[in-house]
């Protein structure tokens, strides 16, 4: 029995082995046109879903290079705003200080008016107190001179009622020269001059 199956084998390949190549060839093809159209279809499918990862690849960048562009905006946006609130901070500060300058030099300006107001006033007071007591010492000088004038005019008289009295005396004494200048003449300074 057991050499029944291998003669039925034998057999087989005998009679079937122009069948089985034909057979392996058509297998063979179908398999290799079964392959090229799983190929193709990997092909295909490999290919859409190339695009579809290329196409999502793209919509992520471009979602990507949106948001980028739109926190790169927002944060030129703030820094534009933080530049106008420094710049308005400053000049507002410039404004401020601009003012209080302006102010303490009108300050200083009113201030040094009046200082010189107060001088100027003060030495017009000095300047009307000095001409007064020129004035006064010029009035006294004036009266004290005037008082010697008189003085003087006093002493030459009384002293030319001396020399008046004194040439009475001596005119009536033999000694007394003629030729001699009297006393009164010799005292008499108007006359001489």
């Known amino acids: ?46 290919s859409r879903k190339a695009s579809e990862t290329l196409w999502e690849a793209k919509n992520k960048a471009a ?42 030099a009108r300050r200083l300006l009113a201030d040094a008016e009046d200082e010189a107001t107060k001088m100027r006033e003060a030495a017009q007071r000095k300047a009307e107190e000095i001409e007064r007591e020129v004035g ?12 010697l004038e008189e003085r003087n005019q006093r002493v030459l008289e009384g002293l030319r009622d001396l020399a008046a009295q004194l040439q009475d005396a001596l005119v009536g004494s033999p000694e ?4 001699e200048e009297s006393l009164v003449d010799a005292l008499d300074v108007d006359r001489r001059r």
């Not at 084998?9 to 063979?28: F, I, L, N, Q, Y």
């Not at 562009?69 to 703030?78: M, Y």
């Not at 006064?136 to 008082?147: D, F, G």
């Open 63 to 104: 979602a990507r290079i949106k948001e980028l562009t739109g926190e790169a905006a927002r944060l030129r946006d703030e820094a534009d705003q933080y530049a106008r609130d420094i710049r308005e901070a400053a000049d507002s500060y410039g404004t401020q200080h601009r003012q209080s300058v302006e102010k303490e």
């Open 136 to 147: 006064q010492r010029h009035a006294t000088l004036r009266r004290q001179a005037k008082m």
């Open 1 to 46: 029995m057991p050499d029944r199956p291998e003669q039925e084998a034998g057999a087989a390949e005998e009679t079937g082995g122009r069948e089985s190549h034909a057979d392996v060839g058509g297998k063979v093809n179908a398999i290799i046109a079964a392959a090229e159209t799983a190929a193709e279809e990997i092909g295909q499918d490999a």
């Open 176 to 179: 007394q020269a003629p030729q």
